[in-house]
């Protein structure tokens, strides 16, 4: 990166007066409690934030993209209809002023907050939101599955304007999943992007919303760079640019953040962080997080499948289940910074966080052999190899992701231990474009792997249980999945009425993912970040890292400040 891209720039805008109101739910009804008044003096923002990252965005369409990165980065200039807090709590922090559930819990009336604009001083509508949200319905009908097509596939029923700033979501039965995130996008841009188009659309910049930014400029494998949007309602953001510089090399972002040529750094090496935290002027330490770090296999039976059929077997997969050493892998690769996993739904969930120690596999080589046998996978000819049914031999190809520095390790561990129950592994380190193309539709190219190391990370428990339903092959379930009795499930998930009602079907949704194997989830890595704060005022003290914690809207990026 040159000086030229790190100095800062300057730039005042005058800000008229404004009130923030909070939502509550209380009887189905959002209550608006007053918060604070925005001071009346002048606010200005000025200079840019600079936060190295190691993942690069594969996209810039909702519909579409799949990286973190890309949902971190597009949630700063596009808007939902409603906002969570860290906890996960709807708030008021989006679009909508107030939400009114109807009393046969059928339908939601939501009213937009007053004067909403996009980043061009347009005004957004509520035709906006309506063809947003039609736009997502329309989708499973035209064979496509888009990132939210689970949130209204089988849920939602109509979308109607009924008055200049209201808006009613009609429900098959009474949900607020409704609620799960749908980009609100201007329909003069989007309007025009048809079925036909939409899975080749890279929506160019420059990307106008209602967030707080604009999406000024991608340089691919360089940076992406956001400007403030003039025409946000407040309050903040007080900087004017906001730079996502990508370093492939996690070394030279460590270098950059302790020399201040950056002021963020996702993806501290593990080595590092106890020293970085030293440092004068430096935070750097672990967080909590959403991520579940998993191995996941090709279960497809069709083109585009796995090298062996016993990949479509789960009790192939299970089998390997306990071949596998969590703890080790937590102790001897993270070295304590996170916890062994047993499911996509994390312990931030709190109450749906599921109890699965019933169930846990134990890592035992010999128990692991003894069940592959039983299964029908033996070494019929002595070469320490065991045949699928077929009669060939096993050898699993696996892929990893080159900007995951620890995969490598938890390869090289997975190569023991599957040897010594007679699978070999061959592991290959591609670019995650690459390994994308591997995940995407086995029926229109894709597929052809074994297994993969990835993640998974969201603040809301329904997007990683919406992953292995079924309508998401050719979408976000990679592994191809496909399962009559988690569809079911799922479906009943998307109907609980209450949080107890959701835990419950969570667990369930959560033990099927656990006997079938489609992914053994490994572990749930602390977020290990870093950030100055001699440059930098108004980072927040909390359980999750300040910036990319996958909160949408972000609830820190609005207040920081460039004070050096």
């Known amino acids: 990166m040159s000086q030229q891209d790190l100095n800062d720039s300057k730039f005042t805008l005058n800000h008229s007066r404004r009130t923030l109101m909070k939502a509550s739910l209380a009887g189905g009804v959002a209550l608006l409690v007053p918060s604070f008044s925005w001071a009346q003096a002048v606010q200005t923002a000025s200079g840019v934030l600079r936060v190295g990252v190691r993942q690069e965005p594969d996209v810039f369409n909702q519909h579409t993209m799949q990286f973190v990165i890309s949902f971190e980065i597009l949630s700063l200039v596009y808007e939902m209809l409603v906002g969570r807090s860290v906890d996960g709590k709807l708030t008021n922090s989006a679009l909508a002023e107030s939400w009114t559930q109807s009393d046969d819990g059928l339908s939601w009336a939501i009213k937009l907050k007053p004067d909403l604009k996009w980043g061009d001083g347009s005004d957004l509508t509520v035709d906006d939101v309506v063809s947003s949200l039609k736009f997502v319905m329309g989708a499973d009908q035209a064979g496509l599955a888009l990132n939210t097509t689970s949130v209204v596939k089988g849920v939602v029923t109509d979308v109607e304007a009924t008055g200049k700033d209201t808006v009613k979501i009609t429900t098959q039965f009474p949900t607020q999943s409704i609620f799960d995130p749908i980009y609100i996008v201007p329909r003069k841009v989007w309007g025009e992007i048809g079925y036909d188009k939409v899975t080749e659309f890279k929506n160019p910049t420059p990307i106008i919303g209602s967030g707080p930014f604009v999406l000024k400029e991608w340089t691919q494998g360089q940076s992406v760079t956001l400007e403030r949007n003039p025409h946000y309602r407040g309050p903040g953001p007080y900087l004017q640019e906001l730079r996502f510089l990508h370093f492939s090399n996690p070394d030279a972002a460590l270098q950059a953040l302790s020399g201040g040529e950056i002021d963020y750094m996702t993806d501290v090496p593990i080595n590092q962080v106890e020293a970085l935290a030293a440092t004068p002027n430096i935070v750097a330490k672990p967080f909590e997080g959403y991520r579940s770090v998993y191995l996941g296999f090709n279960t497809w039976n069709d083109k585009g499948a796995g090298s062996t059929t016993a990949l479509t077997d789960p009790a192939f997969r299970d089998a390997l289940g306990y071949a596998i050493d969590k703890k080790a892998i937590v102790d001897r690769v993270l070295r304590g910074y996170g916890t062994p996993a047993t499911s996509v739904l994390v312990p931030a969930y709190g109450a749906l966080y599921p109890d699965l120690s019933d169930i846990v596999r134990p890592f035992d080589l010999s128990l692991a052999k003894e069940k592959l046998a039983k299964a029908g996978y033996s070494d019929s000819d002595g070469d320490g190899v065991i045949e699928d049914k077929q009669g060939n031999p096993i050898r699993l190809r696996l892929y990893l992701p080159d900007v995951e520095t620890t995969y490598p390790a938890i390869a090289q561990f997975l190569t023991v231990w599957f040897r010594q129950v007679g699978v070999e592994v061959v592991t290959s380190v591609v670019s995650e474009a690459s390994l994308l193309a591997k995940v995407a539709d086995p029926r229109q190219g894709g597929g052809d792997y074994d297994m993969l190391i990835w993640f998974w990370e969201d603040n809301k428990p329904s997007f990683p ?100």
């Open 465 to 564: 249980l919406s992953v292995f339903d079924s309508g998401q092959i050719g979408g976000l379930n990679w592994s191809f999945w496909s399962d009559p009795e988690y569809d079911r499930l799922y479906h009943e998930y998307k109907r609980a009425a209450s949080v107890e009602a959701s835990a419950s079907v969570a667990s369930e949704l959560a033990r099927r993912l656990y006997s079938q194997g489609p992914y053994h989830v490994l572990f749930y890595p602390n977020m290990l970040h870093a950030y100055r704060t001699d440059r930098v005022s108004g980072w927040h003290d909390d359980k999750l890292p300040p910036l990319m914690n996958g909160v949408y809207p972000n609830p820190t990026i609005n207040d920081l400040k460039i004070t050096g």
